[in-house]
């Protein structure tokens, strides 16, 4: 069985720091503060040159993933019955 949870210890005081340098927003944005950085630098290069960029999910995955998740819903609802 895996678990995860966030933020890791490795993740934890970036989080502090973040949180005092931003109070108020959503504490979920500064656990993926890293996250965010990479596709934000990703795309941005993409925009700027034309490169594919990689491990960012275009248009088309995100419909097809929401498809995925939409066709769950009732499945995984009945399960937890």
């Known amino acids: 069985l ?3 949870s966030m933020p890791d ?3 934890e005081a970036n989080v502090e720091t973040l949180e005092k340098r931003y ?3 959503m504490p979920y944005f500064f656990s993926q503060d890293p996250d965010y950085a990479t596709v934000k630098e ?3 290069k993409q ?3 034309g490169e594919e ?3 960012v999910a275009t248009i088309d ?3 097809e993933t929401l498809k995925v998740a939409e066709y769950l819903v009732p499945v995984l609802q009945e399960q937890l019955k």
Request: proline share 5%.
């Open 23 to 25: 109070p108020g927003a």
């Open 9 to 11: 210890e490795e993740d």
């Open 53 to 55: 960029a990689t491990g």
């Open 61 to 63: 995955i995100a419909c």
């Open 2 to 4: 895996f678990r995860h």
């Open 42 to 44: 990703r795309v941005g």
């Open 47 to 49: 925009c700027a040159t």
